[in-house]
Nanobody, 119 residues
């Protein structure tokens, strides 16, 4: 599976939680730093979290730090994003891919999964 497949999105109220999953090939999980990208409506796709396949170290953009947790299971070729205390601004489509890529030129995105945070 060269292109990832994201799942787990849905409609939640502010303060709610979701757990996103991304299944991909070892090309991403074994050789790169997998991560999650968020594209809010009308906005550019931005990197929000990464995890190292080498040592498990993680990175979070400030806006999600303390609320989101990234994890991975190399055996299952899966990356997860636990999303807690969701806010309205978290609404958008979430994609997984290799951290550090230029989002405007990377061409192996999956379909993404929609997250809608609304009352």
């Amino acid at each position: 599976q060269v292109q990832p497949v994201e799942s787990g999105g849905g409609l939640v109220q502010p303060g709610g939680s979701l757990r996103l999953s991304c299944t991909s090939s070892r090309f991403i999980l074994d050789y790169y730093t997998p991560g999650w990208f968020h594209q809010a409506p009308g906005k550019e796709r931005v990197q929000i979290s990464c995890i190292s396949t080498k040592d498990g170290s993680t990175y979070y953009v400030d806006s999600v730090k303390g609320r989101f947790t990234i994890s991975m299971d190399n055996a299952k070729e899966t990356v997860y994003l636990q999303m807690d205390n969701l806010k309205i601004e978290d609404t958008g489509v979430y994609y997984c891919g290799p951290c550090g890529v230029r989002v405007d030129v990377y061409d192996s995105w999956g379909p993404g999964t929609q997250v809608t945070v609304s009352s």
